[in-house]
């Protein structure tokens, strides 16, 4: 089973893309998930000037570089991401029509990098259809415009999402999309974060009047089960690793005032550690479901950890080595869950 990490969970803002993908390969990883911002931040340190998301000519130009430079280490971009807000806007609207071209963008970036997956977060735009059948529709474009580059798509639940926060929902779509090049992108922090867990609690887990701790368990192991019993192992693209501290005092029920994200989007973007770093979340039954598959693809690590700078200081070997020893206790744990 080949092991990653995703260029945007390791290090600090001042940590170059060469410095991160020299402290990966140190650790012994295959590969790497290529975060757009790492690559537009490598754009600008190499042409000395701030370099326009939607400037495509030179971000591919800066792609093929960064392609060499991983190559140089032994490694593979194995995924570009994250795709978001793309899905469900209303037929001809400037929104839609931005949509497709930054994916036309993308798929060139995906060729300068030499990478042929790019995965898709379930959007979490207001004004988007909820229908899963004019969702479906655009992702089913899409596919089709990676198609002919012989590109896949992987499409991921985030917990926080105005349409497909769930597994469950995610492979519904997928489902309808119909493609053989479209599959899912599963997530520890995604799914038990989202089904079991609640950052607005102070027991860190969903409460509510209608259902007591026992029976959110129950709800959650047949969650995992229907996952285990329904999704071939051929349509999980990969399978992403993290984990979620209990966030004291719990954050408010309400999306954040500055940067517009509701309390699990937040969660997701400061509150990330590890595996076995400090977390709390079912996530070692979580792995066994997608193990229980028959999945053998790319196990990545992706985490947002707003305690990075204060656990590891500027030792990016350090905190490379304890996310691969993170990747191997948690595929070991997983197999010996009941």
């Given amino acids: 089973m ?6 945007c969970s390791i290090g600090l803002p001042k940590h170059t893309l060469h410095q991160k993908i020299e402290a990966i390969r140190h650790a012994g990883f295959d590969g ?17 000037r701030d370099i326009a998301e939607d400037d495509y000519d030179t971000l591919c130009e800066a792609g093929q570089a960064v392609r060499q430079l991983v190559e140089r280490h032994n490694l593979q971009i194995f995924v570009l991401q994250p795709f978001s807000n793309f899905e469900g806007w209303p037929e001809g609207s400037q929104k839609r029509k931005d949509a497709f071209a930054r994916a036309r963008g993308w798929i060139r970036i995906m060729e300068a990098v030499g990478t042929d997956m790019l995965q898709v977060g379930s959007s979490d735009s207001e004004g988007i259809a909820t229908d899963p059948d004019q969702v479906a529709a655009d992702l089913r474009e899409l596919a089709d415009m990676l198609a002919e580059k012989g590109f896949k798509l992987a499409y991921e639940n985030w917990c926080w999402s105005t349409h497909a926060p769930k597994w ?8 309808k999309v119909d493609r053989p090049n479209v599959g899912l992108c599963l997530d520890t922090f995604q799914s038990a974060g989202g089904e079991w867990g609640d950052p607005t609690t102070e027991s860190g887990r969903i409460e509510t009047p209608a259902i007591t701790e026992m029976e959110l368990s129950v709800r959650y192991r047949a969650s995992l089960k229907e996952l285990a019993g329904t999704v071939p192992a051929d349509k999980i693209f990969f399978f992403q690793i993290s984990d979620a501290y209990k966030v004291q005092p719990p954050l408010e029920d309400k999306p954040d005032p500055e940067s517009g994200l509701r309390p699990r989007g937040r969660w997701s973007h400061d509150y990330r550690p590890l595996p076995y770093d400090g977390g709390y979340l079912p996530i070692e039954q979580f792995a066994k479901a997608v193990l229980d598959t028959g999945f053998e693809g790319w196990f990545s690590v992706e985490v947002f950890d707003g305690k990075f700078e ?29």
């Avoid at 080949?2 to 260029?7: D, G, I, K, T, V």
């Avoid at 790497?32 to 000395?48: C, R």
């Fill in 2 to 7: 080949p092991f990653a990490l995703a260029s």
């Fill in 32 to 48: 790497i998930e290529l975060s757009f911002p790492d690559l537009q931040a490598y754009a600008n340190l190499h042409f000395g």
């Fill in 168 to 175: 469950s929902d995610v492979w519904n779509i997928v489902q």
């Fill in 310 to 338: 204060e656990k590891f200081g500027q030792d990016l070997n350090k905190y490379a080595q304890k996310a691969m020893d993170s990747c191997k206790e948690l595929l070991s744990k997983a197999k010996e869950t009941q």
